[in-house]
């Protein structure tokens, strides 16, 4: 049986079974029942699989202008992009394809993790996402949106 590499920190009984190639003491301790027996012992030697199940989410952007042409544009402003909000950020994106979304860092040259050479910019560019990072929203994405008591010039619907 093949050696796992997880790491051995605990107790001495989880250090004896990662020494086996088990997972826990307990996988170990099991092992050892079978090998007594006139069972042959399979360990992870299948996989099954499976599909997580769909499950319906919200999510709710910083700010909300509406353009123009009467379409929406949403701000999200973001010190920390943890991984679970890229996660999210990237559901969104793909179940709402069109959406405009766009992101205000305060870093954008921020790495996604210590061991990541990706930064935050690098990642919102694979996801097509505009960014920037001066910490204020650029005049240029203002111009796109209608002012307060203004009307856009034309009305978008689901139909359109």
Not at 48 to 53: A, N, Q, S
Not at 60 to 84: C, H, Q, Y
Not at 141 to 153: F, L, R, T, V, Y
């Amino acid at each position: 049986m093949a050696k796992n590499h997880w790491h051995s920190a605990g107790s001495k009984t989880r250090a004896e079974a990662y020494k086996y190639g088990y997972k826990s003491g307990l996988e170990l301790t099991v092992s050892k029942q079978i090998e007594n027996t006139e069972y042959d012992l399979k360990y992870e030697t299948e996989i099954i699989h499976y599909i997580v199940p769909e499950r319906k989410a919200k999510y709710t952007p910083d700010f909300v202008f509406t353009k123009k042409n009467g379409s929406l544009m949403f701000i999200e402003t973001k010190g920390r992009w943890t991984a679970i909000d890229r996660l999210k950020m990237k559901h969104v994106l793909a179940s709402n394809p069109g959406v405009d979304i766009r992101l205000v860092f305060q870093n954008p040259n921020q790495k996604i993790s210590k061991a990541s050479a990706t930064t935050y910019r690098l990642y919102a560019e694979k996801l097509g996402i505009k960014h920037v990072g001066a910490k204020v929203i650029p005049s240029e994405w203002m111009a796109e949106c209608i002012k307060k008591g203004e009307e856009p010039k034309q009305s978008l619907n689901f139909f359109n």
